[in-house]
T-cell receptor, first 112, second 111 residues
């Protein structure tokens, strides 16, 4: 799986959009970008994933650059409950790739 | 739809004791996984299963055994607990090698 680089921490004001960047310059053509988050003491929670097109669901939007070397997770209206560590993971779907490799992630703190 | 559930939520063991952690999923997923999470180490895969009756070793399988007798359940056993097994254990499941969905975790302390 390709290596990812994320900022260690970020702050966001409640109600504002939170934009979390991720660099994955060595991503290969068959690797997807996944985002998970982990709220303190809870299990990791799946947020969204994509290959090359921008994706949106009820939780967030994922913007992937045209060269696929970086992406941004957008939480459109952050709330205090969105305070968590956010993990960007690049991995191949299918085959025998069973493992999810979590790096250190970005600690997002949403402030009132 | 409860998703992935884990039992128990907390447990304290003495060195040498045994215990079993239970993971259950109601999403009819074929694949199930056990991870452990330690401070500064991220999640590490212990064992996984690609279907009922199958199990396989992950990154850190030593000291653990697993069983998948029913599709919806994946059991993680510690035969002789050691302090190094103090950790938070997470179970996950997936339809294939796709999106994994995690349980709430079991916090285990071995004294």
């Amino acid at each position: 799986d390709a290596k990812t680089t994320q900022p260690t921490s970020m702050d966001c004001a409640e109600g504002r959009a939170a934009n979390l960047p991720c660099n994955h310059s060595t991503i290969s053509g068959n690797e997807y970008v996944y985002w998970y988050r982990q709220i303190h003491s809870q299990g990791p929670q799946y947020i969204i994933h994509g290959l090359k097109n921008n994706e949106t669901n009820e939780m967030a939007s994922l913007i992937i650059t045209e060269d696929r070397k970086s992406s941004t997770l957008i939480l459109p209206h952050a709330t205090l409950r969105d305070t968590a560590v956010y993990y960007c993971i690049v991995r191949v779907r299918g085959g025998s790739n069973y493992k999810l490799t979590f790096g250190k992630g970005t600690l997002l703190t949403v402030n009132p | 739809n409860a998703g992935v559930t884990q039992t128990p939520k907390f447990r304290v063991l003495k060195t040498g004791q045994s215990m079993t952690l239970l993971c259950a999923q109601d999403m009819n997923h074929e694949y199930m996984y056990w991870y452990r999470q330690d401070p500064g180490m991220g999640l590490r895969l212990i064992h996984y299963s690609v279907g009922e009756g199958t199990t396989a070793k992950g990154e850190v399988p030593d000291g653990y055994n697993v069983s998948r007798l029913k599709k919806q359940n994946f059991l993680l056993g510690l035969e002789s607990a050691a302090p190094s097994q103090t950790s938070v254990y997470f179970c996950a499941s997936s339809r294939s090698t796709d999106t994994q969905y995690f349980g709430p975790g079991t916090r285990l302390t071995v004294l």
